[in-house]
């Protein structure tokens, strides 16, 4: 069990940037894969972002360049970086990891979840 933290979520208006952190303890973080989800009142949770500990980015279709995933393994923390934020954009943003290296976009796919953090961004 790895446990995931996140932060950085709030309520923004809509064009503004929010950066989400994703804090791991208790595994060998820089041999996971990381990926973000959200999930919006009564929606099933979307695929956001993934990224590999070989640095293999992957985004959701609906990202069009806004958001960007990182990682720092020496801080053992990954980051969702949210920018030109839209109100559909609203949503529990959830930190989520896996053993494994390859791309994979349901949440099924992943071990280790974090609580989320709530981005509500208003018009």
Do not use: H
Request: glycine share 10%.
């Amino acid at each position: 069990q790895v446990p995931l933290v996140e932060s950085g979520g709030g309520l923004v208006q809509a064009g503004d940037s929010l950066k989400l952190s994703c804090t791991a303890s208790g595994g060998t973080f820089s041999r996971l894969s990381m990926a973000w989800f959200r999930q919006a009142p009564g929606k099933e949770r979307e695929f956001v972002a993934f990224i590999a500990w070989t640095c293999t980015l992957s985004y959701g279709e609906f990202v069009m360049g806004r958001f960007a995933i990182s990682r720092d393994n020496a801080q053992n923390t990954g980051y969702l970086q949210l920018n030109n934020l839209k109100p559909e954009d609203t949503a529990v943003y959830f930190c989520a990891a896996k053993s494994t290296l390859g791309l994979t976009k349901t949440p099924s796919s992943y071990i280790y979840w974090g609580q989320g953090t709530q981005v509500t961004v208003s018009s």
